[in-house]
């Protein structure tokens, strides 16, 4: 079966600086790497998807990279904030069932000011 | 335009009751996807349904079911509630082009005594 890790349970950085944030897998390699955001008794929210031959997508101070070879994600916020404070959860998508995805566990990050 | 909605957003069960969920999609959206997020983990995925039928389904015992209506509406059923049951349960659509990212709804907390 697939599993996901991400790299710790939390990571705790000083605003302004850039947070990095890493999602292992194992077995087959996904169609599509997803990352969400949630927030304490809310649901996730999409923030980023990357196709399997894609290497890096941005969105605002957002990036994402995808080694396949690695079977590793990176996810990046730079110019980190307080509103940043959150739970990032990577998900895979094998892309042959439709809406079936693949959790981890997701690393809760804090920016202190 | 409404986002995905849950009803209800908290209910407290008693073991071996059984509990209805309830899950309206994004307009336009005919992909629902049901998942249980226990405190501290990722989602995990229970159900997909898309036009009515079931194209997918988690490692969750025959006490979960699930249907769609013709509005694309959703129930998540669990009968014989068990403590482990208690969770965040999540639904989500996906729209039919673009990206297959998925939207959350806000969640139903189970709480089984």
């Known amino acids: 079966s697939q599993k996901i890790e991400q790299n710790s349970e939390a990571l705790n950085i000083q605003e302004g600086k850039t947070a990095t944030l890493t999602c292992n897998y194992t077995n087959y390699s996904p169609a599509y790497l997803q990352w969400y955001r949630q927030d304490p008794g809310r649901g996730p929210v999409f923030l980023l998807l990357?196709?399997?031959?894609?290497k890096e997508k941005r969105k605002e101070r957002l990036k994402v990279t995808f080694d396949t070879t690695l079977k590793q994600s990176l996810f990046h916020i730079t110019a980190s904030q307080p509103a940043d404070s959150a739970t990032y959860l990577c998900?895979?998508?094998?892309?042959?069932?439709?809406?079936?995805?693949?959790f981890g566990r997701g690393t809760q990050l804090t920016v202190w000011p | 335009d409404a986002g995905v909605t849950q009803s209800p957003t908290h209910l407290i069960k008693t073991r071996g009751q059984q509990v209805t969920l309830r899950c309206s999609p994004i307009s336009g959206h005919k992909s629902v996807s049901w998942y249980q997020q226990v405190l501290g983990q990722g989602p995990q995925f229970i159900f997909q349904y898309y036009e009515k039928e079931e194209r997918g389904r988690g490692n969750f015992p025959d006490r979960f079911s699930a249907r769609q209506f013709p509005n694309y509406s959703s129930e998540l059923n669990v009968n014989a509630l068990l403590l482990g049951d208690s969770a965040l349960y999540l639904c989500?659509?996906?729209?039919?082009?673009?990206?297959?990212?998925?939207?959350f709804g806000p969640g139903t907390r189970l709480t089984v005594t």
């Open positions: 998900a895979l998508d094998r892309g042959s069932t439709l809406g079936r995805l693949y």
């Open positions: 990357i196709r399997e031959n894609e």
């Open positions: 989500a659509s996906t729209s039919p082009t673009g990206n297959y990212e998925q939207y």
